[in-house]
């Protein structure tokens, strides 16, 4: 037996086209709403209009569907780094600057996505796609931090990894403080973006760089 998709509380009926993908839109529109904690699966069940056990053929429970949520944002923040990375041309400098952009972009424009991925307190460590997912968004960063550190003098550079890290904090949290598409989202008398690319050019700096 399946149902057939209403949403928002809609009556239930035969022939539903697709449960899966109803529960995670469900559940996309739900985190928007109410956070990535404000909602049950039997919200996520009413909200695609079908009964309260339904969604059990599909997920385990409310988490594996939030996992699920989460493994898809961080397919997509793969993309969108990874095309911002643009191998690091025309320079290296040009290849930060797009990635700090599409990172702020996406806690903008994707903003459920962005609560399931790091708000949500899904345990990656887990779901071993889910890991693999999260891990792969680092990549381009990781890249981008490799070339830096390489054009550093052999004495005393610090271990690219270190310095990616300390890049993804800063960008992170002016994305989670003042990028985002929502009411948690803090007052700022500038962009985003030139907050970001402040703090880049004394982070840069104190490395002993010259952006």
Same mark, same amino acid.
Request: zero cysteines; glycine letters at 8%.
């Given at each position: 037996?399946?149902?057939?998709?209403?949403?928002?509380?809609?009556?239930?009926?035969?022939?539903?086209?697709?449960?899966?993908?109803?529960?995670?839109?469900?559940? $996309?529109?739900?985190?928007?709403?109410?956070?990535?904690?404000?909602?049950?699966?039997?919200?996520?069940?009413?909200?695609?209009?079908?009964?309260?056990?339904?969604?059990?053929?599909?997920?385990?429970?409310?988490?594996?569907?939030?996992?699920?949520?989460?493994?898809?944002?961080?397919? $997509?923040?793969?993309?969108?780094?990874?095309?911002?990375?643009?191998?690091?041309?025309?320079?290296?400098?040009?290849?930060?600057?797009?990635?700090?952009?599409?990172?702020?972009?996406?806690?903008?424009?994707?903003?459920?996505?962005?609560?399931?991925?790091?708000?949500?307190?899904?345990?990656?460590?887990?779901?071993?796609?889910?890991?693999?997912?999260?891990?792969?968004?680092? @990549?381009?960063?990781?890249?981008?931090?490799?070339?830096?550190?390489?054009?550093?003098?052999?004495?005393?550079?610090?271990?690219?990894?270190?310095?990616?890290?300390?890049?993804?904090?800063?960008?992170?949290?002016?994305?989670?403080?003042?990028?985002?598409?929502?009411?948690?989202?803090?007052?700022?008398?500038?962009?985003?973006?030139?907050?970001?690319?402040? @703090?880049?050019?004394?982070?840069?700096?104190?490395?002993?760089?010259?952006?």
């Amino acid at each position: 037996m399946s149902w057939k998709h209403g949403g928002r509380g809609s009556s239930r009926g035969y022939h539903h086209g697709d449960l899966r993908e109803d529960l995670v839109r469900a559940a $996309l529109e739900l985190i928007k709403e109410k956070g990535p904690a404000g909602f049950t699966f039997a919200d996520a069940a009413r909200w695609a209009g079908v009964s309260p056990a339904a969604p059990y053929r599909h997920f385990r429970d409310r988490e594996e569907l939030i996992a699920d949520v989460a493994k898809r944002g961080f397919k $997509l923040f793969s993309e969108k780094l990874r095309e911002a990375w643009g191998e690091g041309k025309p320079s290296t400098a040009d290849a930060f600057r797009r990635i700090g952009a599409a990172y702020l972009n996406f806690a903008r424009t994707e903003p459920a996505y962005y609560a399931a991925m790091f708000e949500s307190g899904v345990a990656i460590g887990r779901d071993p796609e889910l890991r693999e997912a999260a891990d792969k968004s680092f @990549q381009s960063l990781r890249a981008a931090a490799e070339i830096l550190v390489a054009k550093m003098p052999a004495k005393g550079r610090p271990p690219a990894m270190m310095v990616a890290l300390h890049i993804w904090s800063i960008t992170h949290g002016i994305a989670s403080l003042f990028a985002r598409a929502d009411p948690a989202r803090r007052p700022l008398p500038m962009s985003a973006e030139d907050l970001l690319e402040a @703090q880049m050019l004394i982070y840069l700096k104190g490395l002993g760089l010259n952006p």
